[in-house]
């Protein structure tokens, strides 16, 4: 029988919070074990590749995609154990204090402290529900908008009224042939200078909803629109259609744990980042407390401080902090090769 493999620190969850600590996690020569669901890291921002992100600070404009590969870089620094597609669904704490985290095939892993950056949990897509639409979905039916240009010069449908509908709205609406917005609320979410922008661009159809798809073979060529409140209905020929009817949350596997919770269900923690349980941390969009910063910005410092808990609770006599990176000798072998890299890049 394989013998288990204990690390300090496992994480769960691989969006920005925990790569960022991952990489942390490094500095303070913790062995650290990285666990995601997707078959991709880079959490919430997968939704948002295209998208330009201006707020995280020292980084100049980037789109969503440039700043995962960033992260996934320097996350990776000290080599830490990543697995993919793993779901964690338990987490036991044992007699000796360490825990057990079971994936949902079963399939366990040994560590000494968790933290846990789950973010919202695991999205789920609110999928259409209409009869067949899934045969759609290899084709001109769409859940989330990964690449752009697939819709230039095309005419789009796009289903929902939340932020994420409104801003691909404002945006295809400068490469499409034309887009079409239809919702079940007068109403829509976002930014009120974005909605007024979407209704300046767009063809809106409120309240309305997708009650019928029409294809031939594996395309849509056309959709009926159903008024929520008549039922009087109307059909428009389209390209595409995307569909953003919001996310469900699956699997709140926190509740089981024990862990103490706000109202609103996100994870209650200490000024260092601990849950309510020993030797369990948290950070990023997962947590509530005074000082919230929602932001990718905010899930880095949360990241750090609880790997500096982590640390503190597995080394009571460890330091507070890290040394900082420009003098951590931890790097000087790193900074030669860096600067011999450079220089040849110059002599080139
Ligand atoms: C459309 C959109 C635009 C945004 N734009 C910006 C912006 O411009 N600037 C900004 O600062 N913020 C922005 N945000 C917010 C930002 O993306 C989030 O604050 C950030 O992603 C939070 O990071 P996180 O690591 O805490 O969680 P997430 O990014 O949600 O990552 C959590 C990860 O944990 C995984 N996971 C969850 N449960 C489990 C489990 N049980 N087992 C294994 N894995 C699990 C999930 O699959 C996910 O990959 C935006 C968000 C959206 C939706």
Redo the contacts with the bound molecule.
Sequence with gaps: MQEKEMFDLTI???????LYSTFYAGMRDLKVKL????KEL???????PE?I????GGMPPTTGRTLINQLVEQATTFNPTICLN????RMVREPDNTYTLFNEQGKAHYTRAVML???????VMQKLEIEGADRYEISNLHYTVTQMDIFANKRVLISGGG??AV?WANELANISKEVVVCHRRDEFGGHEKNVEQMKSVTKIHTPYQIKELHGVGSAIEAVTLAHCDTGEQRQIEVDAVIVNHGMKLD?C?LIEAGLALEEDGFLRVSACMETSQPGIFA????TRHEGKL??????FVEGATAVNGVKQFLDPKADKQAYVSSHNEKFKKKNEQLKQEKQAQLMN
Excluded: R
């Excluded at 769960?12 to 925990?18: D, K, V, Y």
């Excluded at 793993?86 to 669904?89: D, K, N």
């Excluded at 950070?283 to 997962?286: E, F």
């Design positions: 769960i969850g691989g969006g920005p919070a925990g666990v995601e669901y997707n880079g959490g919430k921002i997968l939704f948002y998208k992100i201006w707020d995280v793993e779901h964690i669904v950056a789950s973010g919202h949990g695991i999205p932020n994420a801003d699997g596997f950070a990023g969009d997962v929602q932001l990718i910005s905010g899930a």
